[in-house]
């Protein structure tokens, strides 16, 4: 699976700076160094107490249980034992946002846009009290699209394990009265085509034409202190003009966003409970097989 997570805001990081993030995998600091970004593991060697809440002086901290001191740039451990060094992974910039990689695998792309024709716009962290795969299935759940999202599927949607992502397509149109509804209906003249692939239960890609506007956007899932932080990043592809651009992706930014806040209310407190699985399920099914096997009666 998949091993690159989206850490944070490019623009988050500046030079000399420590920036902390949340992966999966466990806390980290981001830096930017003269040669690019990278992340250092922000979890004590010793017993693991979490260092992004350790005092600070400059790239030093302490960790705040029994006083090791680590300097993060070079990872070296200035008190403690010299071979208790904090490790590093690599880390890339893309779609204006830091990339730092854990495991194998390519860094996201966007079937229908290159990088470098992309317009991107990272959002607000969002806190879910759920778990990340409760978030990263509710992505692959047609059958809410119609009860919360207001869009009718306009033909059966198609979706399985790619290599090794997941991908779902559909299409839909907007059913709703909301004004982000009406635009898209005008916008898209009735046929919105969305295709959604997970690289990991951790990273989703969303892609979706509308009309003659194809829009993306990147969702990094992180475990948080109320269940999950949810990171997007809106992208658009580039027409030309830099503030037609962000006034496009801002738009773009409203639209999804306008999207994901009705999924706010039913996804607090989710949690997957036996027998859940009805026909019309199938997608979600397939996207917990493809995810590492969680069964009804497994918490999602
Ligand atoms: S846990 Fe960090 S010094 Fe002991
Ligand atoms: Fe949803």
């Known amino acids: 699976m998949n091993g690159w997570r989206l850490a944070a805001a490019a623009r988050e990081l500046r030079e000399g700076d420590l920036l902390e993030a949340n992966l999966p995998e466990g806390p980290v600091f981001l830096l930017r160094t003269g040669s690019g970004v990278l992340a250092r593991g922000a979890r004590c060697p010793h017993m693991g107490a979490d260092l992004r809440f350790a005092p600070r002086r400059g790239g030093r901290v302490t960790c705040a249980l029994h006083a090791w001191e680590f300097d993060v740039p070079s990872g070296a451990c200035l008190a403690g034992p010299r071979d208790a060094s904090l490790f590093s992974l690599p880390a890339r910039e893309a779609f204006g946002a830091v990339f730092v990689q854990t495991g194998e695998g390519a860094l996201p792309a966007f079937e229908s846009m290159e990088e470098s024709e992309v317009a991107a716009l990272p959002g607000s962290r ?49 059913s709703g009265r909301a004004p982000s509804d009406r635009l898209m209906l005008a916008l898209s003249k009735g046929r919105i085509e969305v295709t959604i692939t997970a690289l990991s239960p951790f990273l989703i890609v969303v892609e979706s034409r509308a009309g003659t506007t194809t829009s993306g956007l990147l969702v990094g899932l992180s475990p948080g202190g109320a269940g999950t932080e949810v990171f997007p990043v809106f992208c658009v592809k580039r027409s030309g003009g830099r503030l037609a651009d962000a006034l496009r992706t801002r738009l773009s930014r409203w639209l999804y966003t306008e999207f994901l806040k009705r999924d706010l209310v039913p996804l607090t407190g989710f949690a997957l409970t036996e027998g859940s699985f009805q026909p019309g399920d199938e997608s979600v099914r397939a996207f917990l097989e493809w995810a590492g096997g969680v069964r009804p009666g497994e918490r999602a």
């Open 126 to 174: 969002v806190a879910l009290a759920c778990a990340p795969l409760g978030v990263a299935l509710n992505a692959f759940d047609v059958a809410h699209l119609g009860t919360v999202h207001r869009r009718e599927l306009l033909e059966p949607p198609e979706f399985g394990a790619v290599g090794d992502v997941f991908r779902l397509r559909y299409a839909s149109r907007p």
